[in-house]
């Protein structure tokens, strides 16, 4: 899933900011960046 995509799960939801927390989120383990977007790790 691409930022974009995850926004549309939250209300009021930027991709820019969504796409600050996914990268957290790689870098905790929790998820994983791949060419298509992110999955879950």
Known sequence: MTAA????????AKTPRGEE????LVALG?????DS????A
Not at 5 to 12: G, L, P, Q, T
Request: net charge positive.
């Open 5 to 12: 995509e995850v926004a549309k799960f939250f209300k009021n």
């Open 21 to 24: 927390i996914l990268d957290t």
């Open 30 to 34: 929790h998820a994983r960046r791949t």
């Open 37 to 40: 977007g992110y999955t879950p």
